[in-house]
């Protein structure tokens, strides 16, 4: 069983839709969920973080926390083509313990 | 510098032959790590320093990698013995874990393109 898992993709969504983004941990240790953004031919870079159960908002992009079914997702609101990219799940454990983990990552393609 | 700074960006080598990747991080982030990256695939997880002290090597593929932070700000990662399984992007990360070691950002370098022939 993968530390992270995701579905590769590639998941298309209409401009201006709402993209839903999904990833599972296995380690029920884990206590830090990011999402990084990779466009293609670049470097990942953080878009969100998340430690607590719940919703976290920031602008358009909205990150989910379910520990207790170590589930994780992203959804992104009135999705623009600049959006298109790959999302990378990524966990880290707890404490002072500083690997971070990451999921394959899922494309995602906004249609015009 | 103002980013993390990898180099070279490209490295073609021949089998067999010994590929040093080097990494500077932003100045004054106490951890670094290295991953790699083949195409379609997400950052594999290889090792991380904090300062020059290496935490974790659990993701060392064998012993013909290995890799150095001696003052703990540039980095080293070495590959001995290439192989054609070895091509792949290099990427180095770094990061200044506030109180509490949460809201760890990593700042990611361009990587090196390492091609094995």
Do not use: H
């Given at each position: 069983q993968k530390e992270v898992e995701q579905n590769s993709g590639p998941l298309s969504v209409p401009e201006g839709a709402i993209a839903s983004l999904n990833c599972t941990y296995s380690d029920r240790g884990?206590?830090?969920?990011?999402?990084?953004?990779?466009?293609?031919?670049?470097?990942?870079?953080?878009?969100?973080?998340?430690?607590?159960?719940?919703d976290k908002e920031d602008g358009r992009f909205t990150a989910q926390l379910n520990k207790a079914s170590q589930y994780v997702s992203l959804l992104i609101r009135d999705s623009q083509?600049?959006?298109?990219?790959?999302?990378?799940?990524?966990?880290?454990?707890?404490?002072?313990?500083?690997?971070?983990?990451?999921?394959?990552g899922t494309k995602l393609q906004v249609i015009p | 510098g103002a980013g993390v700074s990898q180099s070279p960006r490209y490295k073609v080598t021949k089998?067999?032959?010994?590929?040093?990747?080097?990494c500077d991080p932003i100045s004054g982030h106490v951890s670094l790590y290295w991953y790699r990256q083949a195409l379609g695939q997400g950052p594999e997880f290889l090792t991380y320093f904090n300062y020059e002290a290496q935490q974790d090597k659990s993701g060392l593929p064998n012993d013909r990698f290995s890799a150095e932070r001696p003052e703990g700000?540039?980095?080293?990662?070495?590959?001995?013995?290439?192989?054609?399984?070895?091509?792949?992007?290099?990427?180095?990360?770094?990061?200044?874990?506030p109180q509490g070691f949460f809201n760890e950002k990593l700042f990611f370098g361009s990587g090196t393109q390492l091609s094995v022939l």
């Open positions: 884990s206590q830090s969920f990011f999402w990084y953004r990779q466009y293609s031919g670049k470097s990942p870079e953080l878009i969100m973080s998340i430690y607590s159960n719940g083509p600049s959006d298109s990219a790959t999302y990378l799940c990524a966990v880290k454990r707890s404490g002072g313990y500083q690997k971070v983990t990451f999921g394959i | 089998r067999g032959q010994d590929v040093a990747l080097r700000s540039i980095s080293t990662l070495t590959i001995q013995r290439t192989e054609q399984r070895d091509s792949a992007m290099y990427r180095c990360a770094s990061s200044r874990p």
